[in-house]
């Protein structure tokens, strides 16, 4: 099992920057793949980025490629997603997920607001 604790949510501008991290927990911070997803209001959960335990392969869904980008430093049992030229749109609860048992996404954080104002 691992635990997983979002952070870094907040209210900024549109065009602004926000940095979010994911401190893993519990099982040994390896070797998965992890990722973010979002939830807006009224709206079903949606992937947004993936990275493997390397790091050497990212994915991302296209409304934030170019905008988004995903990393980890393993050392620190950390993943990050930094946020950029954020939009209206990107307001949503973003939330971290592991995948110990592949395709499964197995473990979930509790999640960190993301509000961007026009």
């Known amino acids: 099992q691992v635990q997983l604790v979002e952070s870094g949510g907040g209210l900024v501008q549109a065009g602004g920057s926000l940095r979010l991290s994911c401190a893993a927990s519990?099982?040994?911070?390896?070797?998965?793949?992890m990722g973010w997803f979002r939830q807006a209001p009224g709206q079903g959960r949606e992937f947004v980025a993936r990275?493997?335990?390397?790091?050497?392969?990212?994915v991302y869904a296209e409304s934030v490629k170019g905008r988004f980008t995903i990393s980890r430093d393993n050392a620190k049992n950390t993943m990050y997603l930094q946020m950029n030229t954020l939009i209206p749109e990107d307001t949503a609860i973003y939330y971290c997920?592991?995948?110990?048992?592949?395709?499964?996404?197995?473990?979930w954080g509790q999640g960190t607001q993301v509000t961007v104002s026009s």
């Open positions: 997920a592991t995948q110990t048992n592949y395709p499964s996404w197995d473990n």
């Open positions: 519990g099982r040994t911070f390896s070797p998965y793949a």
């Open positions: 990275i493997t335990w390397t790091g050497g392969n990212t």
